[in-house]
């Protein structure tokens, strides 16, 4: 296998990538594991490339690399492409090497986390490009359940940045917050209790903005306002602190809140809406093949059901 570029930022950590591979996998091949490629010539060897077949961004590599790794570690790939390159429609990704039956146990997982986690990817850099260079696109926690780690690099793959990645990473006042205690309370217990944490307060109105400022919050989230509230609210900020904006944001009002001085604005469709990217699994022409019969004298290759004969990948044991 190809090693993971060390210390790229726009790759999830490893542990997450084994737990979501090692659950995937286990999810696939159930009790008996992969019946149909038991039916497939132990020996028979594939060559295929991993394509897109649409525009967009690529993501999730590091997933399809653990998937094949785990299903057989003797499948090479020969990858072409990193996360956040920009795809075309017959991009090759990858190059697949290895058994036929352990490529095809390991395509399907392989390309539904590659296929969704670009997916994420292409639609933050829809937003990113709209947006233009003055305003950063942020995430939210509207993830898939498991995939969090996974869904949140996919955006920095994107050219996004992130958001909280737990409730644990920063303390973020909402209106349901202040239905027990004030903005100025909540901001003063934040910063006795966790010094150090940014306290971010979202304000729907000016009137709140104001006092989210006076009582010191590090940073304000400005929720459904119009663009023409937020500039309002920006020239209220006066640079002090950063200003987010999130809610009734979508490709064709995006660049309209850039522009209104936005410093953060954040999305969650880029998480929970993001439609999956079409990357496919082709053979190459002549592929599948076998080794060529042995010679007259030579051993005689075991048949698969004799006792002490190798396992096929997937082959469901006595």
Partial sequence: MLARRSGSWVEPPASAVREVVARALAEDLGVFGDVT??????????????????????AGRSCAEEVFR?????TTLEWRAADGDRLEPGTVIARVE??????????RSAL????????????????????????????TRKTTPGLRALEKAAVRAGGGVNHRAS???????????????????????????????????????????????????????????????????????????PVEVSGRVDLASVAAYAAAGADLISVGALTHSAPVLDIGLDLEPGSPRRPMPTEPGSPRRPMPTEP????RPGQVGA
């Fill in 98 to 107: 290895g058994r036929l039956a352990s490529v095809l146990t390991a395509e």
């Fill in 167 to 241: 409730l644990s990473d920063g303390i973020l006042v909402k209106d349901n917050h202040l239905a027990g205690l004030s903005i100025a309370e909540a901001v003063a217990t934040a910063h006795d209790r966790w010094p150090g944490v940014a306290c971010q307060v979202e304000c729907d109105t000016l009137d709140q903005l104001k006092v989210a400022l006076e009582a010191g919050a590090d940073l304000v989230l400005l929720d459904n306002m119009e663009p023409d509230t937020v500039a309002a609210a920006v020239a209220l900020v006066d640079h002090r602190i």
């Fill in 70 to 74: 785990a299903v057989d570690p003797e």
């Fill in 308 to 311: 002490g004969s190798p396992r």
């Fill in 112 to 139: 539904n986390l590659m296929g969704h986690l670009s997916g994420v990817a292409t639609l933050t850099r829809r937003f990113v490009e709209a947006a233009g260079p003055t305003a950063r696109i942020r995430d």
């Fill in 37 to 58: 490629a038991a039916l497939v010539p132990p020996d028979a060897r594939v060559s295929a490339v991993l394509a897109s077949r649409a525009v967009g961004v690529l």
